[in-house]
């Protein structure tokens, strides 16, 4: 069935370092959705990405889907304390229902 | 503001009971989700339901059955509870295709001794 594998599965960062997860699939996506959650707290919907190529930003974050829609890539710049939390990317092809990679959990150190 | 309402945030159950989780949104959402989230597994779809009285199993159904008689309202239940059961349950109803985007709940912690 659907699955998306999302890399590394933990990233330790200094204040002020760059972070990137990555999301790849097997198969063609017709779009890829990108999540946060906080510790203690539920996933937010931070943005989707539909088009071949499309890149998009959100102050530090960046986020990119492949050229042949098999991958994705959330990057953070100079990351901030208030970063902290797992990053998911959800493969929503299927229609209305949402499949989730595993996540990457950030940790930033003050 | 939009909001997906979990009526439980902790609960402890014993092996073998009935749990009922339950779930409502007020957004007119016709899509809503249940979801379990495990360390290092990450989210995993159990049932889903695209209307009212219809349902579809998720990835990992067994064990679970769900209802939806009302729009707003998707249950989760689990008939005879197990260890292997305790987890984080996530509700989430679907605001279209349009943005693709799915609002959740707070969740809620289910401990099965």
């Known amino acids: 069935g659907q699955q998306v594998m999302q890399i590394p599965q933990y990233q330790h960062v200094q204040e002020g370092e760059d972070f990137t997860t990555y999301c790849n699939s097997s198969?063609?996506?017709?779009?890829i959705q990108w999540y946060k959650q906080r510790p203690g707290g539920h996933p937010v919907f931070l943005i989707q990405?539909?088009?071949?190529?499309e890149v998009k930003k959100q102050k530090r974050l960046t986020f990119q889907f492949g050229e042949a829609k098999k991958n994705s890539s959330l990057h953070i710049t100079a990351t901030q304390t208030t970063d902290v939390g797992t990053y998911f990317c959800a493969d929503n092809t299927g229609g209305f229902k949402t499949i989730f990679g595993a996540g990457t959990r950030l940790f930033v150190k003050a | 503001d939009v909001k997906v309402t979990q009526s439980s945030r902790y609960l402890v159950k014993r092996t073998g009971e009935k749990v009922f989780l339950e779930c409502v949104q007020d957004m007119d959402h016709e899509n809503m989700f249940w979801y379990r989230q495990d360390p290092g597994l990450g989210l995993r779809l159990i049932y889903f339901s695209y209307d009212v009285k219809m349902k579809e199993k998720g990835d990992i159904p067994e064990g679970y059955s769900v209802s939806r008689e009302k729009k707003e309202r998707f249950s989760l239940i689990l008939e005879s509870a197990s260890t292997n059961q305790t987890s984080m349950y996530l509700c989430?109803?679907?605001?279209?295709?349009?943005?693709?985007?799915?609002?959740f709940g707070e969740g809620s912690r289910l401990t099965v001794l």
């Open positions: 989430a109803s679907w605001a279209g295709a349009n943005t693709g985007e799915l609002f």
């Open positions: 198969t063609t996506l017709s779009n």
């Open positions: 990405l539909v088009k071949s190529g």
